[in-house]
């Protein structure tokens, strides 16, 4: 009689171990493997810092920098800066803190883009005073915000493209839903921070005045004028010029609690899955359809909508993001780094470049996050070996201009330091080193807390 407790006892004990062993050993491999990103983090910060310090960019290739403007926005380091916290680099993020604090001016008489500022830079400043308190970064982004706000005054309230930082002269009308619709994070976490509700309306009006202009099945399309509101091109898709428009409805829904954010999201993610997503014979993909009709255009997926995956699962669809974050595998192991865009029928490349883009790996943190199925650990050590095996130099990372060839770009683009290590290094790190569910992700990769 007494032998049956003992044998239960015993059982019992030996699952704990079985179960308990295999943990240890992924435990272990994954902190081998988030010290492995960092390393690659450090390669490519310390190129940078050798050949473009005080630049925008790394040229890796002719080892020399590059400023998108007559005048430097440092926008490496402000990219890199939250990275390196994360990644516990502490007395750098500390000197490159204090340096850009010293060292980056908006008041520049120079027209900049409007989205990659908000996204790069106010998303950076905002997301570094939460992780450091430093005031000063707060100011700096306040005074970024005032100097950006100029773009929403338009006939439509769709802001125009470019800005300048010291007049406020804007320009460019001819737009897209992501360039208008990725603002809110930003515009919205400063009007918490600051206490200035200005912010947060003119770029959720934003969002909203192409939501308003959705077609009668849902959807939007790809060039919109600013002045008159008017659609200029209704090829629609999750690709460039459109993705991140979808990204923050459903992020500021959860970010601000936003319930027409949330409707706008709901009611978009319906006309995407019945119009655009596509059952292929290798599987589920997002293609191309006319926004009016829904008539299928293009069959084709590429490496920005590869965002798509992580977009479903934050918003409870588990099983179509799993299913796509597969078909990203797919055109990533076509040629062992994924393309620009990608035919899935053909099942081959239509532009074949690459520029070190963080998407699919952003998805595979967030579907681990999920799941934790450690398929998507699986995945992110092909994509840490091939990025180590195609893109890096004996000093920084390049692009590729063909994944066939392999013939390298010159540049190390910034959102390299902001995202792609960054979500390769939280997928290999356990979930303490960020409280997933307190942070919403902006564009760019920049954690900003929910705090009020
Ligand atoms: C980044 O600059 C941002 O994620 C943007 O929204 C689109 N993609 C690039 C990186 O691929």
Redesign the pocket.
């Known amino acids: 009689m007494k032998a049956m407790p003992l044998l239960i006892a015993a059982i019992v004990l030996a699952s704990i171990f079985a179960s308990c062993v295999p943990d240890k050993a992924l435990r272990s491999e994954n902190a081998q493997l988030a010290q492995e990103v960092r390393q690659e983090f450090l390669h490519s910060w310390n190129a940078y810092k050798k050949y473009a310090w005080g630049h925008d960019m790394l040229r890796p290739v002719s080892k020399t920098y590059v400023d998108w403007y007559k005048t430097t926005l440092l926008m490496t380091p402000l990219d890199a800066l939250d990275t390196m916290t994360l990644m516990g680099f502490k007395e750098e993020a500390d000197s490159v803190r204090e340096y850009l604090v010293k060292n980056l001016s908006f008041n520049q008489d120079m027209y900049v883009k409007n989205f990659?500022i908000t996204?790069?830079l106010l998303g950076g400043l905002l997301s570094n005073y939460q992780l450091s308190g430093d005031q000063r970064l707060l100011r700096m982004a306040d005074d970024l915000g005032t100097r950006l706000m100029p773009i929403f005054k338009t006939p439509t309230g769709i802001p125009y493209v470019d800005v300048n930082l010291k007049t406020g002269a804007i320009r460019n009308s001819r737009t897209n839903p992501?360039e208008v619709g990725?603002l809110l994070i930003e515009f919205g976490t400063l009007s918490k921070l600051t206490g200035k509700p200005e912010y947060y309306a003119a770029a959720k009006n934003a969002a909203l005045q192409i939501y308003n202009r959705r077609s009668p099945i849902g959807l939007v399309g790809t060039w919109i004028d600013a002045s008159t509101g008017k659609w200029l091109d209704s090829n629609s898709h999750v690709s460039?010029c459109i993705?991140?428009y979808y990204?923050y409805l459903l992020k500021c829904a959860i970010l601000f609690d936003d319930p027409e954010m949330r409707v706008a999201w709901e009611s978009s993610k319906v006309a995407v899955m019945k119009y655009l997503a596509d059952e292929a014979p290798s599987g589920l993909w997002i293609g191309h359809a006319n926004m009016y009709t829904g008539k299928r255009t293009k069959t084709w997926f590429g490496?920005?909508d590869a965002?798509f995956p992580a977009v479903l699962a934050l918003s409870g669809d588990v099983s179509n993001a799993a299913r796509l974050e597969e078909s990203c595998f797919k055109m990533w192991n076509k040629y062992g780094i994924e393309p620009d865009e990608f035919d899935y029928i053909a099942m081959d490349t239509v532009n074949s470049r690459y520029?070190l883009?963080?998407?699919i790996m952003e998805s595979a943190y967030y579907l681990y996050h999920y799941t934790g199925d450690q398929r998507y650990l699986e995945m992110g050590k092909v994509f840490l070996k091939n990025l180590k095996l195609y893109c890096r130099m004996d000093e920084g990372y390049s692009g590729l201009t063909n994944v066939a060839t392999k013939q390298r770009t010159d540049l190390m683009?910034s959102?390299f330091l902001a995202?792609t290590w960054k979500y390769l290094f939280l997928l290999f790190s356990p979930p303490e080193t960020l409280e997933f569910k307190k942070i919403v992700f902006n564009?760019?990769?920049h954690p900003m807390r929910k705090t009020w």
């Open positions: 990659e996204i790069r992501a990725t460039a993705d991140s990204e490496l920005l965002f520029q883009n963080p998407e683009e959102y995202e564009s760019e990769a």
